[in-house]
């Protein structure tokens, strides 16, 4: 049996015989005259461009142990995890890093997932739904966003790091259990959150703060544990951290870090970690050698921030909290333009247009590495100034 509404398709205009895809083509037009249009930029091997679009901010993800933990792994476990982790999709590597991150992070458990967007929906969905509350800032990264989005509870978006708003919120609140989620530091411009305002806020309420470290970890706190953890919060009670394996650790995948008792939670609960193929062995084995070397070198983060700095200052910008610097051009067509000349230069920086920011703040985004010597910052630097001048943004 067939059940319809009776009501159109979303944006299926019949009047003007845009049926089907047909309507892809107009928006397609609007999106190109906006200069919203995207294409992935396509990087070859054994291509010598300077890479500062990415976010291997330590530079692990060609590092040698690295690579040969992940081939290791591959040739024990086989190409992909084969099944979800609830079947047969959980190797003994999998228990092996979710307890070594969570050892390393200063948390009673972890459970990974096969990228960080889905740990984020998944946690978010597994701690709210209809009925509860849900305080969000407008920092959020979008898998929090989407996750409030799916968890069909009621949400509240304050102004970005705005403890006071959260406390308003959650005393207003009829609602008996609340989540407040954030970013611990801004992945747009790397700015920091008040974490421990925000813990506050949330425990006076009787709320659980859920915190994204996918920016910090590798980048802020002791030996790159995260701001969590430069916070002194690390195992915090009523305290969730979601974090990635596909930036400061070169790997792929995300975790969730909490109590024994959200792990088991998670499992039975959160449909990205039910119903998805369990996160690649190579990538676990990439995770670990990272997280293996991260030990062994805990000076790196503090490393990578002296090159964000000492970048930033070449640049002529304010100097970042974290490893990312970000030069706002305003017109979306002209950061484009800003980043191909970057490119055109054998520079590759991000480029950052609406919705991704804010109408009339596109820009580069320009993400430091930790293995990049002063020479090679200071050419950046030069490169990315002709760039700006060439597209009149200087």
Not at 209 to 221: I, M
Request: contains cysteine; glycine residues 10%; aromatic residues 4%.
């Amino acid at each position: 049996m067939t059940i319809t509404s009776g009501q159109p398709v979303a944006g299926q205009d019949v009047t003007s015989g845009e049926v089907g895809l047909a309507w892809l083509a107009r928006a397609a037009r609007d999106r190109a005259e906006a200069g919203l249009h995207r294409e992935p930029h396509v990087r070859r091997a054994g291509a010598d461009a300077v890479n500062l679009g990415s976010n291997d901010y330590l530079g692990l993800s060609t590092h040698p142990d690295v690579i040969a933990g992940a081939q290791a792994a591959a040739a024990q476990w086989g190409g992909g995890s084969t099944a979800s982790r609830l079947v047969v999709g959980t190797t003994a590597a999998h228990v092996d890093l979710e307890n070594e991150l969570a050892d390393f992070l200063g948390f009673p458990a972890a459970l990974t997932f096969s990228s960080g967007y889905l740990a984020n929906v998944g946690a978010v969905t597994a701690l709210a739904g209809r009925g509860d509350l849900i305080v969000s800032d407008t920092g959020s990264h979008a898998s929090l966003i989407d996750g409030c989005r799916l968890s069909r509870a009621r949400v509240v978006v304050v102004d970005r790091g705005d403890h006071e708003a959260v406390r308003a919120a959650l005393a207003a609140r009829t609602e008996e259990r609340a989540l407040v989620v954030t970013d611990s530091v801004y992945s747009i411009d790397g700015e920091p959150a008040p974490v421990a305002d925000l813990y506050a806020a949330a425990r006076a309420h009787g709320a659980v703060l859920l915190v994204d470290e996918a920016h910090a970890v590798g980048v802020r706190g002791p030996g790159g544990r995260g701001l969590v953890a430069e916070q002194g919060l690390s195992g915090a009670p009523d305290l969730v951290v979601t974090t990635v394996l596909s930036k400061s650790f070169g790997a792929q995948g995300g975790v969730v870090l909490g109590p024994e008792i959200l792990r088991s939670h998670l499992i039975d609960c959160a449909r990205p970690f039910i119903f998805d193929t369990g996160l690649n062995p190579a990538a676990v084995g990439a995770a670990r050698a990272a997280l293996r070397v991260l030990r062994a070198y805990p000076a790196l983060p503090d490393r990578l921030r002296d090159n964000a700095r000492h970048l930033a200052r070449a640049c002529g910008v304010d100097e970042p909290a974290a490893a990312v610097i970000s030069i706002i051009v305003g017109d979306p067509q002209r950061a484009v333009d800003a980043a191909a000349a970057c490119r055109d230069r054998g520079v590759l920086v991000g480029c950052f247009r609406p919705p991704s920011v804010p109408p009339g703040t596109s820009r580069l985004r320009i993400t430091v590495r930790a293995d990049l010597d002063a020479a090679t910052l200071d050419h950046v630097a030069e490169v990315v100034d002709a760039a700006l001048r060439e597209v009149g943004a200087r």
